[in-house]
């Protein structure tokens, strides 16, 4: 097995990541399906995949939504630059943005911004009365770059397992 960082204990072996491979192309499959796909009895799925779900290589399952059809069409990726970074300011940022909930996901970065935002509004008019009343109204934005995503090219969940085997 590759080098990794794997919790103490029993590593993974090539049935945990097979199991890890179906449940993330459907996380819908039951564990007498996942059981049948892999050959094994449905005890033994369980007690595989509860063992996965322990260690938190499963943190979650959950239903991926069409943004158009919930009224989302317009993703926005907003880079930002803080104006100072102390703790004190870090943390605040982070606090703040968590409350928004037009932010989708938040990422600390490296290089020539601090943050990347990923937004979710429902139109252009929506996105710049979030840009204005919310998110330039938090303390410490520096600067805000907005990136409007045309069409998804690729879009997974899924992350590649080869290195864990």
Same mark, same amino acid.
């Given at each position: 097995?590759?080098?990794?960082?794997?919790?103490?204990?029993?590593?993974?072996?090539?049935?945990?990541?097979?199991?890890?491979?179906?449940?993330?192309?459907? !996380?819908? #499959?039951?564990? *007498?399906? +996942?059981?049948?796909? @892999?050959?094994?009895?449905? $005890?033994?799925?369980?007690?595989?995949?509860?063992?996965?779900?322990?260690?938190?290589?499963?943190?979650?399952?959950? !239903?991926? #939504?069409?943004? *158009?059809? +919930?009224?989302?069409? @317009?993703?926005?990726?907003? $880079?930002?630059?803080?104006?100072?970074?102390?703790?004190?300011?870090?943390?605040?940022?982070?606090?703040?943005?968590?409350?928004?909930?037009?932010?989708?996901?938040?990422?600390?970065?490296?290089?020539?911004?601090?943050?990347?935002?990923?937004?979710?509004?429902?139109?252009?008019?929506?996105?710049?009365?979030?840009?204005?009343?919310?998110?330039?109204?938090?303390?410490?934005?520096?600067?805000?770059?907005?990136?409007?995503?045309?069409?998804?090219?690729?879009?997974?969940?899924?992350?590649?397992?080869?290195?864990?085997?």
């Amino acid at each position: 097995m590759a080098q990794n960082n794997l919790p103490k204990g029993r590593p993974l072996d090539e049935l945990d990541v097979q199991i890890l491979q179906l449940l993330q192309r459907n !996380a819908r #499959l039951t564990n *007498r399906e +996942i059981a049948l796909q @892999l050959g094994l009895s449905v $005890t033994p799925t369980y007690e595989r995949i509860r063992r996965l779900e322990r260690l938190g290589y499963i943190q979650g399952y959950v !239903a991926l #939504l069409d943004p *158009r059809r +919930i009224g989302q069409a @317009l993703t926005v990726m907003a $880079t930002i630059r803080l104006k100072e970074h102390s703790r004190e300011y870090l943390e605040q940022f982070v606090e703040q943005v968590q409350k928004l909930p037009e932010v989708m996901e938040c990422y600390y970065v490296a290089g020539d911004f601090d943050y990347i935002l990923k937004v979710a509004v429902s139109d252009m008019d929506a996105y710049q009365q979030f840009l204005v009343k919310k998110l330039a109204g938090l303390e410490n934005i520096g600067q805000v770059q907005s990136h409007f995503i045309m069409m998804d090219i690729k879009k997974s969940t899924a992350y590649p397992l080869d290195a864990l085997l």
